[in-house]
C-alpha cells in the first residue's frame, strides 16, 4: 500500500493510509440533543505535517488509542477551521512493521561527517589535560556515543528529529569557538567541553523507541539537565585526581545553561564561559525555530507565517509567487 502524505491531502480526498497518533483526547459533543455521548479528536501525523483527525461514532473505538499508536486509517478530508479527516475506520499497526523514515525526520547533514568535525574540533582546541581526559571517556563509550549521535534535542520546538542533539551540539560548539575569537579571555577549553555536554542528558529524556519522541519516565522526572549533569559526574568518576575547581565550572555551566531559573536552570550563569554557553544556546536553538517555521511555509508558498507561539511572532519568508 503507497502511503498517503499528509502534505498531500486535501479537501474530498479519499484516504487510506498510516499515520502516527501524536495527540487524542475524548469529548463531549455540546449539543443538547448528544448529551452523555463523546466523540474523538486525534492529531495524526508523519515525516511531512500534522492533520486534524475526528471519530464522530465512538462505536467505532474498540480499543484505547493512545499516543505513539500507529494507524492505519480510512476516511475522508474536510474542511473545519482547516483540513480534518473524518475518519470512518482504523486499525493498530505494530511499530516493526512500518518505515520510520515515513514518520521520523533525519537531520539534513550527514551524521558521520558531523561527528568527525566535532572530534576534529575537540583535538584543535581543547588542550586542558583533564578536560581531555574526560572527553576520551565520553567518545570511548560507544554505547552513549551511538545515542548521542541519533537522539533529537528537543521533542517540538528545535532539531526535533533524530540527529538532532549532534547537530545542535555541533552549532553550539561552533559558535562558542566564534565567541573565543572574539574574547580570548574565555576558557578555550572549558568553554568547547561544557558546550559538548550541555544537553547530554537528551539520550536518556527521549525514548528512542517513541515515535513522537515521548520523554521517559526518567525524563520527566528528572529533566535533562539533572540526568546529564549525573552522566558526567560518572565519567569523572572514572578520572584519578579530576581537580574540584575545574569540576564545578564545568557543572555550573552545565546546570546554568538555560540563563533562567524560569526556563528551567538550577542556576543562573555566574562565570564568563557559563554566560557564553547560554547565549549560544539560545542562538542556535532560536535560529532553528526560525529557520523551521520559514522552511514550512516556504514550501507551502505562504509568504508570512501564522502565529507562532513558541517565537511570539508571524515569519515573513520573503516568498514571492510567480
Request: aromatic share 10%.
Amino acid at each position: 500500500m503507497n502511503k498517503q502524505f499528509v502534505k498531500d491531502l486535501k479537501r474530498g480526498s479519499f484516504v487510506e493510509s498510516q499515520f502516527v497518533v501524536v495527540d487524542v483526547r475524548e469529548l463531549p459533543f455540546s449539543s443538547p440533543s448528544k448529551s452523555g455521548e463523546y466523540f474523538f479528536k486525534l492529531q495524526l501525523g508523519d515525516i511531512s505535517g500534522v492533520i486534524k483527525g475526528i471519530i464522530w461514532d465512538s462505536a467505532l473505538v474498540k480499543e484505547p488509542i493512545c499516543r505513539d499508536d500507529i494507524l492505519l486509517i480510512r476516511g475522508e478530508v474536510g474542511e473545519y477551521n482547516g483540513p480534518q479527516l473524518v475518519i470512518s475506520g482504523y486499525k493498530k499497526i505494530e511499530k516493526e512493521n512500518v518505515y520510520r523514515s515515513h514518520f521520523q525526520a533525519t537531520s539534513s547533514r550527514d551524521i558521520e561527517e558531523m561527528w568527525e568535525t566535532l572530534i576534529n574540533i575537540v583535538g584543535q582546541n581543547v588542550h586542558e589535560e583533564n578536560l581531555q581526559r574526560l572527553l576520551k571517556e565520553f567518545f570511548a563509550d560507544e554505547k552513549l556515543v551511538e545515542k548521542f549521535k541519533t537522539s533529537p534535542a528537543a521533542k517540538v520546538i528545535h532539531h526535533n528529529y533524530l540527529g538532532g542533539l549532534l547537530e545542535h551540539t555541533l552549532e553550539v560548539v561552533e559558535m562558542c569557538l566564534q565567541i573565543t575569537e572574539l574574547y580570548p579571555q574565555l576558557n578555550k577549553s572549558l568553554l568547547i567541553t561544557a558546550a559538548i555536554f550541555h544537553d547530554l542528558g537528551k539520550v536518556e529524556e527521549y525514548d528512542p523507541h517513541s515515535f513522537v519522541f515521548e520523554q521517559t519516565d526518567k525524563g520527566r522526572l528528572l529533566g535533562h539537565i539533572t540526568i546529564g549533569l549525573e552522566m558526567v559526574r560518572g565519567l569523572m568518576e572514572r578520572l584519578p585526581l579530576f581537580p574540584e575547581k575545574l569540576k564545578m565550572q564545568l557543572e555550573h555551566a552545565m546546570i546554568s545553561h538555560h540563563g533562567e531559573k524560569e526556563w528551567g536552570s538550577p542556576e543562573i550563569p555566574q562565570t564568563f564561559e557559563a554566560f557564553a554557553l547560554f547565549h549560544a544556546d539560545l542562538l542556535s536553538a532560536r535560529l532553528k525555530q526560525f529557520q523551521q517555521v520559514m522552511d514550512k511555509n516556504i514550501k507551502q508558498s505562504k509568504h508570512w507565517s501564522s502565529w507562532d507561539n513558541f517565537l511570539g511572532r508571524r515569519v515573513y519568508t520573503g516568498f514571492t509567487p510567480k
